[in-house]
C-alpha cells in the first residue's frame, strides 16, 4: 500500500514537532519516517504532501526535498491529496487527522482508502526544543519490538550465558 501523508497535519500535532519552523517541521518529519517508516507503516511507501500555497517559509532550500516529498501550490495540500487519490489504482492510505479531508478521500477513491490518524505515526514522540539539531536519536531508533527476544535466541543457540 502507499500512504499520502498530510505533512503540516502531522506536524502540528506532534509534541515534538508543532512549536518547530516550519522548514524545522519538514525535516524532522522526513528524517523521522526515514528511520521509522517500516515500523510505523510496515512495508508500504509514502509520500508527504506539504502545502506550500500561501508561499511562506522556505520551500526546499537546499534543493534537495527527500524524495518521498512534495509540495502542492494548489489551493491546499488536501487538494493535492484527495487527486492523487482520486486518480489511485489501487486502494491507497491517508495519514491524517483533518476529518473533513478523511471524508473527502473516502468519497473520492474509485479503489477504496485506509484512514490513519496523524497521532499514530509519532505517538511516542518527546518535544524536541526548537533550533535543537544535535539532539541525539533515542537509542531504540530503528530496533524491532522483539528485538531482546531475538537476542535471547541467538545467545541460546550460540551458548552464550547471560
Known amino acids: 500500500m502507499h500512504y499520502l501523508i498530510d ?6 500535532r506532534d509534541p515534538a ?19 521509522k517508516s517500516s515500523v510505523l507503516l510496515g512495508k508500504a ?9 500561501g508561499g511562506i517559509g522556505t520551500v526546499n532550500p537546499t534543493g534537495a526535498a527527500h524524495r518521498d516529498s512534495e509540495y502542492t501550490r494548489l489551493p491546499t495540500a488536501d487538494d493535492a ?8 489504482t489501487e486502494r491507497i492510505g491517508i495519514v491524517t487527522s483533518d476529518n ?25 514522540a ?23 527476544e531475538i537476542n535471547r535466541e541467538l545467545k541460546k543457540i550460540w551458548g552464550i550465558e547471560d
Open 7 to 12: 505533512g503540516y497535519n502531522v506536524t502540528r
Open 17 to 35: 514537532t508543532k512549536n518547530l519552523l516550519l522548514e524545522e517541521q519538514r525535516l524532522e518529519l522526513e528524517s523521522r519516517l526515514r528511520i
Open 45 to 53: 511507501t509514502y509520500t508527504i504532501i506539504w502545502d506550500a500555497s
Open 81 to 88: 491529496i484527495v487527486a492523487k487519490v482520486r486518480r489511485a
Open 100 to 124: 473533513e479531508l478523511a471524508n473527502r478521500c473516502r468519497s473520492a477513491a474509485p479503489h477504496g482508502v485506509d484512514i490513519l490518524p496523524a497521532e499514530r505515526l509519532f505517538a511516542d
Open 126 to 148: 518527546k518535544p524536541k526544543k526548537a533550533r535543537d539539531k544535535k539532539a541525539p536519536l533515542p537509542r531504540d531508533v530503528g530496533i524491532p519490538p522483539n528485538a531482546n
